[in-house]
């Protein structure tokens, strides 16, 4: 299976900061790679999908970059609202495999 | 606007089946990709498998001799059975859609499923 793994696992950030989140993958995955965004409680929430490409509805603030095994994040200016959890995923190679994740807090 | 909807058991026991169904509305399940997936607190996301409209399956290796998805067009859902249940099959178990059977953009809200005695 391929491993994701995810940097930092906890990120400290104020309103406002430009963030970048890191995923690196244990082989190639080109750019199958997903982002999503996960609050306490509730379904994980599409943000990227092909490494880039925003998920329709959501704030261009999101986006993101890579391809092959070297993936990012960035959020441009952290909002209130983005303060969660987010967690990578390849689907290059089956099984499908999730980052164990990044929180963003304050 | 797709909506997905886990129902359930909460609570099952050691060694039994636990078998779930994710309602669909907004949408058919005669087209895309409908996918499960479930997680424990504080870990990452674990995708158990998906089924493709026309009843074809994709299953996680880790779970493959253990699990079954399938469809029901007529009533517009698909169910989860997963089998020999241990205390580790004790998670938030979601359902979803995957527009080529690989990310998942529509989510339900997730089911708590507990194991134990």
């Known amino acids: 299976d391929i491993q994701l793994t995810q940097s930092p696992a906890t990120l400290s950030a104020s309103i406002g900061d430009r963030v970048t989140l890191t995923c690196r993958a244990s082989?190639?995955?080109?750019?199958?790679l997903a982002w999503y965004q996960q609050k306490p409680g509730k379904a994980p929430k599409l943000l990227i999908y092909?490494?880039?490409n925003v998920q329709r509805g959501v704030t261009s603030r999101f986006s993101g970059r890579g391809s092959g095994t070297e993936f990012t994040l960035t959020i441009s200016s952290l909002q209130p609202d983005d303060f969660a959890n987010y967690y990578c995923?390849?689907?290059?190679?089956?099984?499908?495999?999730f980052g164990p994740g990044t929180k963003v807090e304050i | 606007q797709v909506h997905l909807q886990e129902s359930g058991p909460g609570l099952v026991k050691p060694s039994g089946t636990l078998s779930l169904t994710c309602s669909v509305s907004?949408?058919?399940?005669?087209?895309?990709?409908w996918t499960w997936i479930r997680q424990t607190p504080g870990k990452g996301p674990e995708w158990i498998g998906t089924?493709?409209?026309?009843?074809?399956?994709n299953y996680n290796p880790s779970l493959k001799r253990r699990v079954s998805i399938s469809l029901d067009k007529s009533d517009n859902h698909f169910s989860l059975k997963l089998t020999s249940l241990t205390a580790a099959d004790t998670a938030i178990y979601f359902c979803?859609?995957?527009?080529?059977?690989?990310?998942?953009?529509?989510w339900g809200q997730g089911t708590l499923v507990a194991v134990s005695s």
């Open positions: 979803g859609r995957s527009p080529l059977g690989d990310y998942v953009d529509y």
């Open positions: 089924i493709r409209f026309s009843g074809d399956t």
């Open positions: 907004g949408g058919s399940v005669n087209s895309y990709y």
């Open positions: 092909k490494a880039s």
């Open positions: 995923q390849q689907y290059r190679h089956s099984p499908w495999t």
């Open positions: 082989q190639s995955v080109d750019e199958w």
